[in-house]
């Protein structure tokens, strides 16, 4: 079968980083995708890793270990506005997005 | 403009009913996709299409039936509601995608679906 594995809560200080864990298990695999969802709304893109290594978007950044079949999102310099939900995808194939069951976080002051 | 719609927002119908939500996109992508949001925020894909060809048909009921007039629209046809039908249904388009390409899929912004 496949899985993916995120954290279901997290909380975290305003102006902290927190780091969102997601380890794979997967049929295919063609890239790791990283979506932010507020409450009543919808998944919104942040980021897409199909090669090892970090990529940074101005205060998100995501990372993915092909080898270890892992990846994380680290949010810097927290703010109210990104408490919502993450949620980790992997493309497993053309066009199929398997997406974890999200992590809640959540900035307090 | 809006990239994404969907209509209705919100839909509350009884047990056995058939109902309809659409999904439109000013994007120009010719892939759309349709997902399901439980309860527990777990988010499934039900189907994609491209150039209003299925390409993917997850494990969904036969009661559910997808239908791509263009690559434009693709409406959900649910028939024979049930209970456990209840969720949001989110409709998203993406760029065909392939190994090489940015996966990125715009999502509309959700039909949320009571069966009473």
């Known amino acids: 079968g496949q899985s993916l594995e995120q954290p279901s809560e997290v909380t975290a200080v305003e102006g902290a980083i927190v780091q969102i864990n997601c380890t794979y298990q997967?049929?295919?695999?063609?890239?790791l995708s990283w979506y932010q969802q507020h409450d009543g709304g919808a998944p919104t893109f942040l980021s897409y890793?199909?090669?090892?290594g970090l990529e940074e978007t101005g205060r998100f950044s995501s990372f993915l270990s092909r080898s270890d079949s892992y990846g994380y999102l680290l949010l810097q310099e927290l703010q109210m506005k990104d408490s919502a939900s993450y949620f980790c995808a992997v493309q497993t194939g053309a066009n199929n997005l398997f997406f974890g069951t999200g992590t809640r976080l959540t900035v307090i002051p | 403009d809006t990239a994404v719609s969907q209509t209705p927002k919100y839909l509350v119908t009884q047990m056995g009913n058939d109902k309809s939500i659409k999904c439109e996109q000013n994007l120009g992508h010719d892939t759309m996709y349709w997902y399901k949001q439980d309860s527990k925020k777990f988010l499934k894909i039900m189907f994609s299409y491209n150039n209003k060809e299925l390409i993917i048909n997850e494990t969904v009921p036969n009661r559910f039936s997808p239908k791509s007039p263009d690559k434009a629209h693709l409406n959900l046809h649910i028939n024979s509601l049930e209970l456990g039908d209840s969720a949001v249904y989110f409709c998203?388009?993406?760029?065909?995608?392939?190994?090489?390409?940015?996966?990125?899929?715009?999502f509309g912004p959700g039909t949320r679906l009571t069966v009473l």
């Open positions: 998203a388009s993406s760029s065909f995608l392939t190994v090489d390409s940015l996966n990125e899929q715009f």
């Open positions: 890793n199909a090669l090892d």
């Open positions: 997967t049929s295919g695999f063609y890239g």
